[in-house]
């Protein structure tokens, strides 16, 4: 809502970089070790309740209804509890999830993307280019509409395929609610288990050519990922599945449909950069430099 967008650039961002500051993979095993890095954060995430908290509580007096998601989560209900409305402190955990779930894995997507294609795959981008001006025709960005986003399939499949070889998360956890078999195996209950989508979207027995950068595999005709529930699990899969998914695409689209239109880009570097797995969000290794050059206007 607009009192979340007021308040993310006069405070949130400031205390944003300590909050991302203190999430490590060692905050995932250890998440309460007394090192500096996780003070800063905590007192972050108790200043970011009390403004979050601040502009929940305002709302409510008002007796304003709004079209947004914080409108939503204020009169939502727990399944187990209904007719009771979602408590302010839960709210503010979800709100600041929010703002965490999407800050560097759609950047970082947008970093491979352009990498990726730049690449591996360069015919792509003028595929992409053709496509957005058949979408766009001479109003370029007036133009950019919701309802235009989605008539550009190979756009959505260039993002997809790289989602699938290089995605933000390399592990999803959830935690088991009650005994269960997989295979041979019995997981009890209250034991965490691991997904990697970094590894089960290069299964070879579901995907062609597993390590390869490939658009086509996502379009009509293959689909590869329909052969077999749950082959690509970029935003996890199932009731817990990643919320922002179809918002990510969108704002992926969007940058990406504006960075082509209006830029060549050449990589400095021609060798494809490894993946640094030692952050939880995973970027390239060191820097990855790229020449862009401002197309002229038709």
């Known amino acids: 809502g607009d009192e979340v967008r007021e308040n993310l650039f006069k405070e949130v961002s400031s205390l944003y970089a300590d909050l991302d500051g ?31 908290s601040s502009v929940i509580e305002s709302r409510r007096a008002s007796g304003k209804r709004a079209n947004d998601i914080l409108d939503t989560f204020m009169y939502s209900c727990y399944r187990d509890t209904p007719g009771v409305n979602i408590p302010n402190d839960h709210i503010v955990g979800l709100l600041i999830a929010l703002l965490f779930a999407g800050q560097h894995t759609s950047s970082l997507t947008l970093a491979w993307c352009v990498i990726e294609l ?13 496509e957005q001006e058949e979408v766009l025709g001479d109003a370029g960005n007036d133009n950019l509409t919701f309802d ?24 999803l956890m959830r935690k088991v609610m009650k005994d269960i078999t997989c295979m041979d195996y019995t997981i009890p209950a209250g034991h965490i288990v691991f ?50 998914q179809q ?8 940058v990406l449909s504006i960075f082509f239109r209006q830029f060549k880009v050449e990589m400095l570097d021609k060798k494809f950069p490894k993946q640094d797995f030692a952050c939880l969000v995973v970027p390239p290794v ?4 790229a020449r862009l050059t401002r197309k002229v206007s038709k």
């Open 22 to 52: 203190g999430t490590t993979p060692l905050s995932f095993f250890f998440p309460y070790a007394p090192i500096p890095s996780h003070r800063r954060r905590d007192a972050a995430r108790q200043k970011m309740s009390e403004i979050f």
């Open 195 to 244: 997904s990697s989508p970094a590894a089960a979207c290069r299964l070879p027995d579901y995907w062609e050519n597993p390590d390869s950068y490939d658009p086509m595999r996502h379009l009509d005709g293959r689909n590869e990922e329909d052969r077999q529930p749950y082959t690509n699990v970029s935003f996890g899969g199932g009731m817990h599945g990643c919320m922002g």
């Open 286 to 289: 060191g820097d990855t430099l």
């Open 148 to 171: 235009n986003l989605q008539k550009m399939p190979i756009l959505h499949a260039c993002i997809k395929e790289t989602l699938r070889l290089t995605p933000p998360l390399i592990f």
């Open 247 to 254: 918002y990510a695409y969108i704002q992926v689209k969007i």
């Open 118 to 130: 730049a690449l591996q795959a360069p015919e792509m981008i003028e595929n992409i280019i053709k």
